[in-house]
């Protein structure tokens, strides 16, 4: 069975772009969640989506949005871009929204760099 | 709300020495408990987790951690560390009440030759 796809693996912006990533769950699996990585902060969660609904959310500004499609593919953006958006950015798959006791399965991560 | 707490942030320790890295939580609420490992520029990987049973859960790694609830604690131990396990080793919390995971801020294991 195939892992939690994120895409691309490294991103490079300019302070003010914006930004979308990508992520493909486990197949099976249709709630994701996501999770913003730094040196400074460690794991933050952003938000999660089932049944392409946000469920949950973290203590985020505005710019950063998510979706989900009805294939439970995931999508989040970040509008206006500033340079302590840098980190590497987690998408974490489980089977559904409420399954505590399974864990979450996460991909790789995409690296997002703004200069 | 829940918190994890991961009392060491950066753990060194000579190859073949034994480790624990220690993690607490508070809950008044049943848990759930996992260990998960990150090497660099890769996600987190499932180490262990402990559902529901024998309080002392194994990974197929040599790893082991055990549940305590009265002093509400989820240790990580494994009794001869190689190289390849230096990485950042983060605690984990899941239970009914908001319905997501709370994280620790992570132990840097670092495993000297």
């Known amino acids: 069975k195939a892992g939690v796809t994120q895409t691309p693996r490294y991103l490079i912006k300019t302070r003010g772009q914006q930004v979308t990533l990508s992520c493909s769950p486990i197949?099976?699996?249709?709630?994701v969640s996501w999770y913003q990585q730094t040196p400074g902060q460690g794991l933050q969660f952003l938000f999660e989506?089932?049944?392409?609904?946000?469920?949950n959310k973290g203590n985020f500004p505005g710019r950063f949005s998510g979706r989900q499609f009805s294939n439970s593919r995931s999508e989040m953006n970040v509008s206006t871009l500033e340079l302590g958006d840098s980190a590497l950015y987690l998408c974490?798959?489980?089977?559904?929204?409420?399954?505590?006791?399974?864990?979450?399965?996460f991909g790789n991560g995409t690296r997002l760099t703004v200069t | 709300a829940q918190s994890v707490t991961q009392l060491d942030s950066q753990v060194p320790v000579f190859e073949e020495a034994p480790v624990e890295l220690r993690c607490n939580y508070s809950?008044?609420?049943?848990?759930?408990l996992f260990w998960y490992v990150q090497y660099p520029n890769q996600g987190l990987q499932l180490l262990l987790k402990?559902?529901?049973?024998?309080?002392l859960v194994e990974s197929i790694n040599g790893f082991e951690a055990e549940f305590n609830k009265s002093q509400t604690s989820f240790h990580l131990r494994k009794p001869s560390v190689h190289i390849s396990d230096t990485a950042e080793y983060f605690c984990?919390?899941?239970?009914?009440?908001?319905?997501?995971?709370?994280f620790g801020t992570g132990t840097s294991l670092t495993v000297i030759p």
């Open positions: 989506y089932f049944s392409e609904t946000q469920r």
């Open positions: 809950s008044s609420v049943s848990v759930y």
């Open positions: 402990y559902l529901s049973g024998s309080t």
């Open positions: 974490a798959s489980r089977a559904y929204w409420g399954a505590v006791d399974s864990p979450l399965h």
């Open positions: 197949s099976g699996h249709r709630s």
């Open positions: 984990a919390v899941s239970t009914y009440t908001g319905n997501q995971f709370y």
